[in-house]
């Protein structure tokens, strides 16, 4: 048994560090998705070997295990940072390609008294919802990618430069917001690898590198925190994640917290209902 559990801790400890590797390439991603799993079969097998015998093997596997842990741990345990004033409140919301009625959702928009809005998976079944806001937020930038994976951005202030990217993964406009410019971008990236995830990350980095300053990117990102791709687009952009770790989907019949926004500024954020999508929407209250 012995060596049955030694096996165990090694084979997930392997798919552990392997689920580091997304720097290098993008099936590290896909085994980051899975960590939590691999870091809890290598803390049980880790225990099982100790409780067996091998004792010093077991807990150098279980330090290992912890340590590679402690990040989703603490990220999980976050609480809300209050930004010391609020310049701009963001909604964003994968709207779900065939949400047939979208006005439940536009109302939760309109009482966020959100400044920006980012939409992911706009299709043919749900732009309604542009006519629906149009009013508070007039100026509207909609990247078209196929019938059914648009990306918005919605804002109530006038925007002065437009992006989107030459696949589907971004939307940008640089907002005129009373305290100075701010470049706002929704992303729907791809899911990770075999998909092309990878691929999206590298085509829209660039495109994020010059939008520096003030930034506040959201969106389905299809990727847990953790994720080099998270990492890759905030660094690109001077931006970094914000917010406890909360899901936003549910997959499997377990929550993946995948939608998220990074901001070069300091804020909080807040999980809204699903409202007819898969999806939750996230609300960031945001300080420069």
Same mark, same amino acid.
């Given at each position: ?23 290098? @390439? ?19 097998? *880790? ?35 209050? %930004? ?103 992303? @729907?990236?791809?899911?990770?690898? %075999? ?14 590198? %010059? ?23 905030? *660094?690109?952009?001077?931006? /970094? /994640?914000?917010?406890?770790? /909360?899901?936003?989907? /549910? ?8 939608? @998220? ?28």
């Amino acid at each position: 048994m012995r060596r049955l559990f030694l096996i165990l801790t090694l084979l997930s400890g392997l798919m552990l560090a392997a689920s580091f590797l997304g720097p290098f @390439h993008p099936a590290g991603d896909t085994l980051a998705v899975f960590r939590p799993f691999w870091a809890g079969a290598m803390v049980v097998g *880790a225990l099982a070997a100790g409780l067996a015998g091998a004792r010093r093997i077991g807990a150098l596997a279980l330090i290992l295990a912890l340590g590679a842990s402690a990040p989703m741990i603490l990220g999980a345990m976050r609480g809300a940072e209050v %930004p010391a004033r609020v310049d701009l409140t963001l909604y964003s919301k994968n709207l779900l390609a065939s949400l047939a009625d979208p006005a439940p959702l536009a109302a939760d928009i309109l009482n966020s008294g959100a400044d920006v809005v980012l939409l992911q998976e706009v299709s043919d079944t749900n732009a309604g919802i542009l006519d629906l806001l149009r009013e508070v937020y007039p100026h509207q930038h909609l990247c078209r990618f196929s019938s059914w994976s648009g990306i918005a951005v919605l804002s109530r202030w006038p925007g002065d430069a437009v992006q989107c990217s030459p696949m589907r993964g971004m939307a940008a406009m640089q907002v005129a917001a009373p305290f100075g410019p701010v470049w706002a971008a929704s992303i @729907h990236l791809s899911w990770p690898w %075999p998909y092309a995830q990878g691929a999206t990350v590298r085509a829209i980095a660039p495109q994020l590198a %010059p939008m520096q300053g003030r930034v506040v990117i959201g969106g389905d990102f299809n990727m847990v925190p953790w994720g080099y791709a998270i990492r890759a687009l905030g *660094a690109a952009a001077g931006a /970094r /994640r914000i917010g406890p770790m /909360r899901p936003t989907i /549910r997959v499997w019949g377990l929550g993946w917290p995948i939608d @998220h926004v990074l901001t070069s500024g300091q804020g909080s954020t807040e999980i809204r209902p699903g409202l007819g999508s898969d999806h939750a929407g996230v609300v960031a209250r945001i300080g420069f």
